[in-house]
Each structure stands twice: as structure tokens, then as C-alpha cells.
């Protein structure tokens, strides 16, 4: 405690005081307390007169005087609400100074200190996440705000970056004061390289760091080269893009086979598409034919209907050949399947399976209150004359959003099994609950299941319990502590079902994480793992059930480099403690991935018994032993005509002996005129004393997709069109400099008012003016295209639109407000959007065809208001009213109360 003694004429102090707690940790926009004790050890009444205490934010005082009896003692308690005015320095001191006429001394006082524990609350907003360069000013300025939300001021470095030497900052690195509760805006500015251009886009980097060089901010921004002509080609190495057929040859171990692929969407009207899936085999040896995986389904707003094979995971698995349809109204959807759960679609071969599948009848109904709300409700009914068996299952789930941060799950099911030789019947029952949410910078997920040995649905016999809290220590570590249980303890009627087996597996598990940008993460996962298992697959009749105990370590770590490679890497090491053989052995789990665009790398690596089961490899002398590495490569040439994939497996495992394996695959696929392509594919298997070699030889045709030769030119020439007459008569110029957009790909015309967009797929293309420099077009549309097109776009003169953010002046204000950088939004009658910002005196203008306008501003959030956010106005030739928004700033909000 900190002691403040009063004495009179040299003697023993009469009179002490002193606050209960030195030192009070807060957190921002908080309340915190503490006791002043104030004691007269004398034998006279003492009047004590308060001279001077820290009023600022105090909620409850000290009062202005105190009367002590004789050897008296009393305890007043203080309570302050720390914000910017109350609190000015991390460790803030509270003073608190009393005088009285019986004491010939100094006055008496006590100090407490406040200390903020929570990390600096800055923060980095880009004004703009795309920025467009024009080639021909080769100019470009990046704007960044920080804003300082804490109560004092804060210091930090800004630096940008970009991996790309076609950016040239004159200053990439500024250092900047921040003061408390305000915003500042930061320049960037840079040069193009022409000649360092590799691609036409790029992305810049922007680190904030404070005074420690921590980095407490980042933000990514695109950056968009324009130009007048523009490729929409797609890069895709996909071997089966949508809407193809493919016949392809494999020849391989003194066998052929034949296979013909199929896929593709179709789109019939505005809200209505037809996709189909075609899997079909010949093999020559057998001269037998199958059909798998094969469906034709109809889609639009209100029905849904597909045919063939249905893959769907309701409470029971639903795979194999039959029907699904579906129909919505409103919020209520109704799903009616019937499944023969055969694999094979058809087969002139094995008919026996499709004979004696189980037949499957299910339906299902959905009610969206909204779109995080939702109730669910299933029944199932399956016939399985193989294994002689009888299922009826009824389940239902509801999703609730119960607000922002929180969310709750509930699901229950309940399923009845008769055997129809043994006549045997059992019940099963399934419940579980799913919660998430967050609590101040806590967050909480809780996920339960539990179900009966008999139950029929995919969680037979299992408790599973997922329990997880993760916390913040600042902006780039996380720390997190999970619980994980899972016991399986199924049981079965009917014959040649499975073979039951127990298992159960606890997890108790600490993590930290940590997290630099965009570029670096890792996490360590320090670990205990509990496991016990008893299989009649796995015989040990002395042992029964077996278990062990396991400590373990994890680690996870995943970076990005500049070039944009990626590497992750996760390992796994820990002892294992087995409780029956009295057996410790150590176990190592490596997985490492490596991608950089045409090369990578996948490795693997295992030593010792990670499971339990892998440690009885010592009963029979065996190891556990396994690494892996391939290598991969990927070519493209001729504008993607050509792609070359090529890959490389070695394998090295050991249990009884050493075993090396070696897998060879090679592919390649060439892009014809006409929407043709070949591929060829090459796999060659080397195994201890046996080798394996397959070849595919493919043709395929595609129908009006991307990413294929022969595509159409779209051509679009601006003038300026003064007579508004839509055609360009000679008087009237082309326009050179307009920013335009074809399905979100930015171009500009050139100096002739043209912009060429080559390699575009047939079909409906949304076509939108973005720019034309106080100009504007009403004719330009979405374009259907399906051959090269020539279009002249008129374009007709813009009205200038002005405005400024009126900032109305507090009495007690002292600190300028940032007006600079607010974006202001134009909305037209048809919905389309323009917008710019504000300049350093809250000054806007917009170039705006003519039409009516809704006019908004984002400016309001927790220290601005805009008491006019949204207004409307009609823009015409001869008139263009300025628009002014009033803004009113609380950040220094000072409440004055009269006594």
C-alpha cells in the first residue's frame, strides 16, 4: 500500500490513509473500483477537508469532508469508467489530498495506479481494395486510414510492399502519430515499371507496426493494369471441363477397357437449367458393360427433379440408382427420394448385387424462417432382403440463430430394426446439440451426439463430445483448450452385416497459434490421448480390451513466400504407453506440401505406433514404418493449348520386411480448333518384384465452355454522341480513356475509343460503363454473344455532381476531424452504383448521367453520426443542386453537470 502520514509538531502520526490496492488493471470502455482507508490513531477528532482529488471519470468519490473519532478507522470505496478523458497513459495516476486545521502539517493524501492490460486498440482500413493503373500516367496512389479507438497516442511504422518490381514506391515505409479517438490518413504513392510487367494484375501489401515493431495490421489490395485489349481465356487444366463428352481408351496388364464420359450444365431459360453425368464402361476381356454414376436432373426456382444415380447423406446413406424430387414454396421445401442402393447403375454381368440391394423410401421437409433458421424434419424406410432386415427411422433438426455470435443445433432421431428371419425387433434413439458462440473475445463451440447400440442411422452406438474455448491474446495469437471423445459400441441383427468393435478415444488438447499476415501461421498442440479398443477382428484373448496412454506434441506451420509459393507442414511426436504390455514406444508423424505454380511436392513420414492397434506390430516382431515423397511438375504452352502434368510417387514401408514402391503418372492435353481436345495419360506402378503399366488414350468435344481455343472477339468503340442521336455522325469524336467492364474484367479504350476482349465463351455477358471521364451511356447492356462482335457505344455528357461533409463544430472539441477519404454513393433508378471520396476538406463532386438518385454516405459508426446519411435528388441538363451531409462528432464528448 501506498501511505501518506500527517503528524503534528515531529510527534507520532495522528492520521494515515491509504488506497487498498496499488495497481487496478482495466480494459477499455470499462468500470474499475478500489477502498481509500483513511485511520486517526490519535486521541482527538479529527476534520479532514478534501483539496484536490482525480474527478475525471469518477462514477463515486471521495467526500468532500471526514469526520474521525478518536483510534477511529473508515473506508470509503472510489469507482471510475475509464475512457480518453479519464484515462491519458497506460499506468494513469489517482490522487487524493485532504487538509485539516488539527494538524500542523503537510496535508494527507494516497495514490493508486490504473494500468490498461488489453493490447493498443489501432486499427487499418483501405479506402479502396482495387486499384486501377492507367499505362499512360503510369501513376498510382494507394490510400490507407488508421484509427486510433484507444486513450492515448500511439506511434506506428506503415510500410508497403509488392512482389512485383512493376510497382516503385518513392516512400514505402511512413511513421505516423496517432492521436486518441481519431483517424489519419495515409498516401502511398507509386510508379509503374513497364518494362517489369509480368502479369496484368498485381497485389500490394500493407503491414502496420507499432513501436516494438509488432505487427498489429494488414491489408491486401488488388491492383489492376488497364488496357485496351484484354484476353478472358480460362487457365484450366481440368481434363473433363463442364459440357463435354469424352471417349477414352485404356490398355494396360492384357486387358482393354473403354470409357465414356459426359457432363455439363445447360441452362433452358432465366431460372430453369438441365444437368446431366454420364459414366459408361467396356471391358473387352469379359465383354461386359456397366453404367455408374450416371443421373439427369432438372433444376428451377420451385422444382427439382433427378433421375439415375443419387448420392445423398440423410440420417441413413443413400447411394445407388433411383429418383429424387423436390419442390419449394415459399419458405417450405419437400425432398421425396426412392433408392435401390446398388452401386452400379446397370450391368450385364453382376446382376446379383442389383437384385438383393436394399430398397430405400425417404422424404424430408425443410421450414426456413430466414436464412440462418431452419427446421428439418426425415423419415426413412428400408427394405434389406440380403441381410434379411426391416428399417423405419424418424429424425429431426433444427438450426437457431440466436443472435450475431451465438448458434444453437439440436438433432434427435429415433429408429426401429426387425430381423424378418429371427423376428427380433430393437429400438434405437439418437439425440445432440450443437452450440457456438462468442463472449467478448472468448469463443465457445460445444458439439454432443449420442445414440444407442441399435440405432439405425450413420452414428451407430456413439458418444462424441467436442469441446472447445479459444481465446485472443492479441491480434495474431490465439490460444485454445479442447476436449474430444469418441466411443463406438455398435450393435447389429441380421447376418453378415459387420463384426461389432469398441472403441474409444479421449483427447485432451492445449494450442497456441500465431499469425503474421497473410504470409506466416503456426500452431503448437501440446496433448494427452487416451485409448482403449476391443475388435473381434483384432484376437488377444488373455488382453480382452486393450488400451494405452499417449503424450504427444503437434505442430502445424503453413508460409507463404513472395513469389506466392506456398509451404505447410504438419508433425506429430509423442510416447506411447501401452497398459498391458507395459510398453512405451515413440511415434513420428510427418506430412509436408510445397506448391510453386509449375513445380510441387507432397512428403510423408511415419515411425512407430500412432494408433493403438499399430503397436501390436511388436507381438509379431513387425515395424511401423512408411515415407513417402512425390514430386510434381505442371507445363503450359501456346496459350494453354498444350498442358503437361507430370508426377512421381516413392514409397518405402515396413512391416514383416522392407517394401519400395515407385508410381509413375504422366498427362497431357492439347486444345483443337472447334472446341476439340486429346489427352493421354501414362501410369506405370513398380511393386517388389511385379511391375504395372496403364495407358489412356482420350478424345474429347466440348460445347460452348471456357477455357478452350476458338472463342469470339467482342469489340466495343466509344463516341462521343453530342447529338444524342445514337449514331456517330463525322463531327463526333471517339473517346479515348474510358474504364469499362465485361463480367468483371477491367479494360480501357485507346487512343482510337476501342477496347478488344478476345477468347470469350459463347453465352450472355454483362457488359458495364465504369468510367467514361463525365460521360455516360444508357444504350450499353448485357450482350449475347456467339460470334465476334463490332459495338459502337454512344456515349452522351455527364452532370456534375458537388457535395461536402459539413462537420458542425462541439464546444468542447479541440482535435481536428479526418474528413478526407469518405465514400460517398450514388444510386440510380436501374440500381447502378457510382461512387468517389471525399477530399481533405470533406469536399465530393461525381460525374452522373442524368437521372434520379439516391445519395448516401458510410461516414457514421462509433464516434460520427450523419444525421442525413441517405438522400435523394433528380439530376437534370440545366440543374444539379450540391449535396451536404451533416456530420456530428462524439469522439470528445464532455458532460458538464451543474451542483
Known sequence: MLLCLSSRAQVIPKVNCSFEKDTVDIAYASTFTNKLHVRNSGHTVIHLTKQTTSNLGALIT?????????????????????????????LQPFTVRYVSSELN???????????????????????????????????????????????????????????SEALWFNEPVQKVEVEPETEHLVTFKASLLAKKISHADLQVNINMENQAGKSIGSRQINVVLLSSNKSLAGHTNELTPDNTIGLTSVSGDNARQYMLRGNGNLKLSADSKLNYNLNANYYNTESAFDLRDTYIGFENKNLALKAGTIAENL????????????????????????????????????????????????????YRYNKDSFFEATYIHQDDDLHQLKTDLTSVNGHIQLNKTQALNVTAGYSTESNTATLQNKMGYAAGFNYSGSFNKFDLVSDNFISSAYYSGLRRGTLQLNEQLSYPLSATIRLVARY?????????????????????????????SIRAGNHFFISLRPYLQQQSVKSIQFSLPSLGEVSALAHRLAMDLRYTFPDNSTLSMNTDYGMMYNQQLHTKQPS????????????????????????????????????????SVAPYVNFSFFKHRLNLNLSNSFNYSKSYVGTFTNGFSGLTKVNLPGNWALSAQVYYNQYSGYNRYQSQLGVLKSFAVTGNADKHKLELCFFEDDNGNGIQDEHESIKPGVLVSVDNNMAQSNEHGKVVYTDIASGLHHVQLVDAKGWSCSTLNDILLHKNIKYPVALTRNVVLTGRIQLVKQKYQQSAVVLEGIRITARDMENRTYFTLTDEQGQFSLSLPVNQY???????????????????????????DPVTFTLIDHSQKVEVRRF
Do not use: C
Not at 455398435?490 to 488438447?509: D, K
Not at 445519395?855 to 440543374?879: E, F, M, R, V, W
Open 62 to 90: 471521495t467526500p468532500d469532508t471526514i469526520i474521525l473519532q478518536p483510534l477511529a478507522e473508515r473506508t470509503f470505496p472510489v469507482k471510475y469508467f475509464s475512457s480518453k478523458e479519464s484515462i491519458n497513459s497506460k
Open 588 to 627: 513420428l508423424r510427418v506430412t509436408l506440401n510445397y506448391y510453386a505454380g509449375l513445380f510441387g511436392l507432397n512428403a510423408f513420414a511415419l515411425t512407430g505406433p500412432y494408433y493403438l492397434l499399430d503397436q501390436y506390430y511388436l507381438l509379431y516382431n513387425q515395424y511401423n514404418t512408411n515415407y
Open 315 to 366: 440420417e441413413m446413406p443413400l447411394y445407388g440408382r433411383g429418383f429424387k424430387a423436390s419442390g419449394t414454396v415459399d419458405k417450405s421445401t419437400v425432398n421425396l427420394y426412392y433408392v435401390n442402393n446398388a452401386y452400379l447403375l446397370y450391368s450385364n454381368v453382376t446382376t446379383n448385387q442389383l437384385t438383393h440391394a436394399p430398397n430405400t423410401w425417404a422424404g424430408s421437409y425443410e
Open 105 to 163: 502539517a503537510k496535508p494527507v493524501q494516497a495514490t493508486f495506479y490504473s494500468r490498461l492490460t488489453e493490447p493498443e486498440q489501432l486499427f487499418m482500413q483501405a479506402t479502396d481494395p482495387i486499384i486501377y493503373i492507367d499505362p499512360e500516367t503510369q501513376q498510382v496512389a494507394f490510400h490507407v486510414k488508421v484509427i486510433n479507438r484507444g486513450y492515448t497516442a500511439s506511434a506506428v511504422k506503415i510500410s508497403i510492399q509488392s512482389a
Open 484 to 512: 474430444t471423445k469418441l466411443e463406438n459400441n455398435p450393435s447389429y441383427l441380421g447376418t453378415n452385416v459387420f463384426a461389432a468393435a469398441y472403441n474409444n478415444l479421449n483427447t485432451y488438447e492445449m494450442a497456441a
Open 854 to 880: 439516391t445519395i448516401s454516405t458510410n461516414a457514421s459508426g462509433q464516434n460520427y453520426t450523419i444525421t442525413n446519411p441517405s438522400q435523394t435528388i433528380t439530376l437534370t441538363k440545366d440543374k444539379a
